[in-house]
Each structure stands twice: as structure tokens, then as C-alpha cells.
């Protein structure tokens, strides 16, 4: 079982950055894809970004070259640096640790864009 905890959410104008955090308790998570998704009421969630134990990322469309993965293997963490950011990018960010057998997700963080 794997438990994640987000934060670093919150409100920024048009053209801010903030930077995401997800802490993971127990042992797979050095082993382990991470990656971070987010969702608009009444839509599905969107890929955000994901990088494997080796340090390969993926992006989605909308978020590349202004947002940036990272993970901290020692503390069990990824981070999701995120810049120029757009009204449309007003979510809640969900991280993930993909497992062989399943998909653990935390509980989300708001992530605001509005002046």
C-alpha cells in the first residue's frame, strides 16, 4: 500500500509559477513511475506528467516546456515545477505511483490561475 500526500497548491495570476510536492510513504516508490494528472470538474483527468525510476519524462500537450518533473528518490518525492502558467490550467493535480498491479493516487491539491 502506498500513501501520497500533495501540496504546494494554491492561487497565482497569469504568468506565475508554483511548484507541487507529493511525499510517498513505503518502498516501491524508487522503483516506480510517478507522474502527476488533473481534472476539471466534469471532465476526465488529463495527463500531466510522468517520469520513470530512470529520470525519462513524459508530458502532456498542453503543459510542455512550461512545466517540469522531477523526483527525489531518497525522500520518496516528486515535484512538479510549474511556470507561465494560463488560467486553463486551473485544476486539481492529482500524483501517482504506478505499481506493477496498480495505480495509487493522493487525495489532489487546487491549483488556482486567475487574476
Known amino acids: 500500500q502506498v500513501q501520497l500526500v500533495e501540496s504546494g497548491g494554491g492561487l497565482v495570476q497569469p504568468g506565475g509559477s508554483l511548484r507541487l510536492s507529493c511525499a510517498a510513504s513505503g518502498t516501491i516508490f524508487s522503483v516506480s513511475t510517478v507522474g502527476w494528472s488533473r481534472q476539471v470538474p466534469g471532465k476526465e483527468r488529463e495527463l500531466v506528467a510522468t517520469i520513470t525510476p530512470g529520470g525519462r519524462t513524459n508530458y502532456g500537450g498542453s503543459v510542455k516546456g512550461r512545466f517540469t518533473i522531477s523526483r527525489d528518490n531518497a525522500k520518496n518525492t516528486v515535484f512538479l515545477q510549474m511556470t507561465n502558467l494560463k488560467p486553463e490550467d486551473t485544476a486539481v493535480y492529482y500524483c501517482?505511483?504506478?505499481?506493477?498491479?496498480?495505480?495509487?493516487w493522493g487525495q489532489g491539491t487546487q491549483v488556482t490561475v486567475s487574476s
Open positions: 501517482n505511483v504506478q505499481s506493477l498491479l496498480s495505480t495509487f
